[in-house]
């Protein structure tokens, strides 16, 4: 895990792709949680890897890829060598065996604890689609794939200026809520590699990235979330947005359930998002619980009216 400062990463990444292309990039994950509550205090970075570039709407993503991909590569950036699938392919080659764009900036040693690399993903091309879905890029060193996955679409709803940067972030209660309806339940699997020396179910993970935003945002009342969370549902997935309503908080109440699940979550917390403002265990049990009350459950009414 690098450990990055938000406000330099995202100025860095803005500076280095299009001008043209900056209305088409919603950054998402730990970097626009962190930008969002760090930005005016350079003291607090965030530990990550990697800066997930969101390209929207789906109709422009393959034209914005091809000019962002084709100028970093130009500007020196290396792809990552790591994964199944290392090299480009071609036009025979299924799209889901093709590498994901991940670039590292030039000059940058990918095993020290300062690298990071860009990686660019896109929103479904529609409400239909589910799980994990690629679509081909090609470029002149061959064919690469831009991934997305069914909820992205939610972190890219009504995104946030990044100041004057001509680059877009997701807005914290959209990825929070984006990880809630991924995981409607706490799954057994592990991530394939160790999280800060440790073996971490996903579910985990990302329903601990929930307690972290609701912890960094330290809301009097979360209820606003719920209204936001309904008027996101209703435009990206208009015919079952009161179904999706409805389990939404399904995972999070799992995880508070389980004190073996919720310490897992709280040690990606403690080394993730959260590395610069450690809470305790009972603290992050306390935001969930909250978000909970207070948007969960005004959600599931707001949907069962």
């Not at 084709?70 to 790591?82: F, V």
């Amino acid at each position: 895990m690098s450990q990055i400062s938000p406000s330099i990463v995202l100025a860095e990444v803005a500076a280095a792709v299009p001008n043209a292309c900056q209305e088409n990039i919603v950054v998402i994950g730990s970097l626009a949680a962190g930008y969002h509550f760090f930005k005016n205090d350079p003291s607090k970075a965030v530990r990550t890897k990697d800066v997930d570039c969101v390209l929207a709407p789906f109709q422009a993503a393959v034209d914005a890829g091809q000019k962002i991909t084709r100028q970093l590569i130009d500007a020196g950036w290396q792809q990552q060598m790591t994964g199944d699938h290392q090299q480009p392919g071609n036009f025979e080659t299924p799209v889901d065996h093709l590498p994901a764009v991940r670039l590292y900036p030039p000059g940058v040693d990918p095993n020290s604890e300062a690298a990071w690399f860009i990686e660019l993903l896109t929103v479904p091309e529609s409400a239909e689609d589910k799980g994990r879905k690629w679509t081909r890029l090609p470029l002149d060193e061959g064919h690469f794939g831009l991934p997305t996955f069914r909820f992205i679409s939610i972190t890219a709803f009504d995104a946030l200026p990044a100041g004057d940067l001509g680059i877009r972030y997701a807005r914290p209660e959209m990825m929070a809520l984006a990880n809630l309806l991924e995981h409607p339940e706490i799954k057994t699997d592990t991530m394939s590699g160790l999280f800060a020396e440790r073996s971490i179910k996903p579910s985990n993970k990302d329903l601990g990235r929930v307690l972290a935003i609701a912890t960094l945002a330290d809301l009097d009342d979360y209820r606003p979330w719920a209204k936001s969370w309904k008027n996101a549902l209703k435009v990206c997935f208009p015919d079952e947005w009161q179904s999706l309503a409805q389990r939404a908080g399904m995972g999070l109440r799992a995880l508070l359930a389980s004190q073996s699940d919720l310490e897992e979550a709280h040690h990606t917390c403690l080394n993730g998002l959260l590395a610069s403002q450690p809470p305790t265990l009972d603290a992050l049990r306390a935001a969930g619980e909250r978000v909970l009350g207070d948007a969960v459950e005004t959600l599931e009414e707001i949907a069962n009216s």
